[in-house]
């Protein structure tokens, strides 16, 4: 099952734009992550919150968390072009160690220029 | 710096044959593992490997197995393809466990079973 739940599952805005991302999750967790995959490659890790943190900055990255909600949010300031993507939330499940880690469906980004 | 290194990128299988997936990584990293991603899904956890040594199973192991042959490298194996295992297949690799370290992704492997 899926513990990651990524809202919207798709957008589409015009660049320069900000983009919006949400996910819920279910259980306790050490940390949550976000990460990008362009068509046809591997996932490629954007940012870490960790959960005693409510928000983090990485240049035009946003991400909230809010434990008592169990959502986080990805924010794209001012976006590109090349931001156009899928999206996803990934949680490590504590219960086993931390390994088996959870990914949402993804939410997918269209930037059009 | 090649990082995750995944063969083949493409292959094509009839229900009943057997294949390896190989997987190696050049970073050093201790926990490796293996996901499927289907159309309109996250990725789901096959196997993983904690450590040298080591595996253990994710969320859906069925009709697959893994070998960590030495630090670097970690094998899947489909020993009966099915149809409802085409799918691309990913590898990743983290310096320790995920609760404090991102994983690290190769370009993945695209299977198709027929």
């Known amino acids: 099952s899926q513990q990651g739940e990524e809202d919207p599952q798709a957008l589409s805005i015009q660049e320069g734009e900000n983009a919006t991302m949400n996910c819920s999750y279910k259980?306790?967790?050490?940390?949550l992550q976000w990460y990008r995959q362009n068509s046809g490659r591997g996932l490629v890790h954007l940012i870490l919150?960790?959960?005693?943190?409510r928000e983090k900055h990485s240049g035009r990255l946003r991400v909230t968390l809010d434990t008592s909600k169990k959502s986080s949010s990805l924010l794209i300031t001012a976006s590109r072009a090349a931001d156009t993507a899928s999206y996803f939330c990934?949680?490590?499940?504590?219960?086993?160690?931390?390994?088996?880690?959870?990914f949402g469906a993804g939410t997918r980004l269209f930037v059009k220029a | 710096n090649a990082g995750v290194t995944q063969t083949p990128k493409f292959q094509v299988l009839k229900t009943g044959q057997s294949m390896t997936l190989q997987c190696a990584q050049d970073?050093?990293?201790?926990?490796m593992y293996w996901y499927r991603q289907d159309p309109g899904m996250g990725l789901r956890l096959i196997y993983y490997?904690?450590?040298?040594?080591?595996?253990d199973k994710g969320e859906v192991p069925n009709g697959y197995n893994v070998s960590r042959l030495n630090k670097r490298e970690f094998s899947l194996r489909l020993e009966s393809a099915a149809p409802s295992q085409t799918s691309v297949y990913f590898c990743?690799?983290?310096?320790?466990?995920?609760?404090?370290?991102?994983?690290?992704f190769g370009d993945g492997t695209r299977l198709s079973i027929l």
């Open positions: 990743a690799s983290s310096a320790r466990t995920v609760l404090d370290q991102p994983q690290h």
């Open positions: 259980t306790s967790i050490n940390n």
């Open positions: 919150i960790r959960s005693n943190e």
């Open positions: 990934a949680t490590a499940d504590i219960d086993t160690g931390g390994f088996k880690t959870i």
């Open positions: 970073m050093n990293h201790n926990s």
């Open positions: 490997s904690a450590s040298e040594g080591t595996t």
